[in-house]
């Protein structure tokens, strides 16, 4: 690769990729001896190029080399040594684990959570310790991995990838995350959370449901806030009086009970909370293990877990989650864990310019921009200036001078 003098400052994906802390990868890369017998195509730029292709949003890989190789003196910048023919970069794919890249990117996110929470947000008591949880699953063009559900009249079966995410509400990015076949039950999630600080406050939707972790979080000091699934046996032990401001609000019974299931051993002691939406006229019955809480403040609790539907929504819609440059599963993996850590970087670089912009907007204006040699906050900060482009003082050597034609009479 051969480096052009004739620009000046780095492009967008080079001060993104600034952004990462190289030390941290190249430790981790020696640890999981990611790059044993590899001649050119290491880590880092086999990470590079997973990058580009997230931001650029390419759909395979003789597109992705084109890209790429039309940019090879740019991508110098970034500290790439060598661009990888798609057959080299699909063996890649398939040799090279997916846990050096999982790895990579909590350690990213440790690096960057400092700046993740957007300042010009401001939240107040609980929004603080609220850590969201749920899972997405994206369809396959292949049974790669077990899908949920019965197998079609046909016989024909795609796979299935489910991705299980906690997000910090204040950081709005996945801080948890385990990746699985669909055919997984999300319940399985909670045993990866590890230890969870005290004061913690777990939302999560009726499909998780393990009362053994739910005693356990009440002893740990952890509170939790779901909703009432319909076969759970439910045991009225004490009615809470309901206020009238609360009332007004929509809470229509307070109340302490235990909660059984023909398929759970332990029994739990909570507190159910039943809501009426006026707005969308429907009810709705949720649990919380907290007994002080004032009941509406639960519901708003439970309400902020839609924040977790839209990351989803925002990955699928400005990533590249449908078409995958691999057929197996470490590819997959792979991809999903690069998609994820150019999810990260966009949110570092939202989070930190003077304008404040949609997400889609900051996507869609790097995803353009990607290769242009120009600051990426003062883009972001005046996005419809020409003059952020160009060089204050001329280049005589490439500058080019228009002549307009002689008029005709």
């Known amino acids: 690769m051969v480096k052009s003098i004739h620009f000046t400052g780095q492009p967008v994906l080079s001060q993104l990729t600034k952004q990462l802390p190289k030390a941290k990868i190249l430790r981790i890369v020696q640890e999981h001896n990611s790059d044993r017998y590899v001649k050119s195509f ?3 730029n086999h990470l590079v190029t997973m990058l580009f292709s997230s931001f650029s949003k ?4 003789r597109e992705l080399e084109s890209g790429m190789n039309g940019f090879s003196a740019r991508l110098v910048s970034t500290g790439m040594t060598h661009i990888a023919p798609k057959s080299t970069l699909s063996d890649a794919n398939f040799r ?3 846990e050096v890249f999982e790895a990579i990117f909590k350690a990213c996110y440790l690096h960057l ?3 993740l929470p957007d300042s010009r947000i401001k939240y107040e008591g609980w929004l603080y310790k609220l850590l969201l949880i749920d899972s997405t699953t994206i369809t396959l063009f292949k049974e790669i991995l077990k899908a949920a559900g019965r197998t079609p009249a046909n016989g024909k079966r795609k796979g299935g990838v489910k991705v299980h995410i906690g997000m910090k509400l204040e950081e709005n990015v996945p801080s948890l995350v385990r990746i699985t076949s669909s055919a997984t039950h999300d319940t399985t999630f909670l045993k990866h959370l590890g230890h969870l600080q005290q004061g913690t406050i777990l939302v999560f939707d009726k499909a998780y449901a393990d009362f053994k972790l739910f005693n356990q979080w009440s002893k740990d000091g952890i509170i939790w806030v779901s909703r009432l699934k319909k076969w759970f046996v439910v045991t ?7 206020s009238q401001e609360n009332g007004s609000n929509g809470v229509v019974r307070d109340q302490l009970i235990e909660l059984g299931h023909s398929t759970q051993k332990q029994k739990v002691r909570c507190r159910l909370v039943a809501f009426y939406d006026k707005e969308k006229d429907r009810h709705f019955e949720f649990i919380c293990n907290d007994t002080q809480l004032d009941p509406f403040t639960i519901t708003q609790i439970y ?3 839609w924040q977790i539907e839209l990351l989803f929504k925002r990955l699928k819609q400005n990533l590249q989650f449908s078409n995958f440059l691999g057929d197996n599963e470490n590819a997959i993996k792979i991809q999903i864990w690069c998609n994820l850590l150019a999810d990260l970087l966009i949110a570092t670089v939202k989070n930190r310019a003077k304008r404040s912009m949609a997400y889609s907007v900051v996507a869609g204006i790097i995803r353009i921009h990607l290769m242009n040699y120009v600051n990426v906050f003062k883009l972001l900060a005046h996005p419809n200036r020409s003059n952020i482009f160009w060089d204050p003082v001329p280049n005589l050597q490439t500058e080019i001078h228009f002549h307009h034609p002689p008029m005709l009479d």
């Open 96 to 98: 090279r684990s997916s």
């Open 113 to 115: 959570r400092h700046l």
């Open 236 to 242: 009225p032990i004490e009615e809470i009086e309901v």
């Open 42 to 44: 290491t880590t880092w």
């Open 58 to 61: 390419c759909s395979g890989l």
């Open 303 to 305: 309400k902020q877990r």
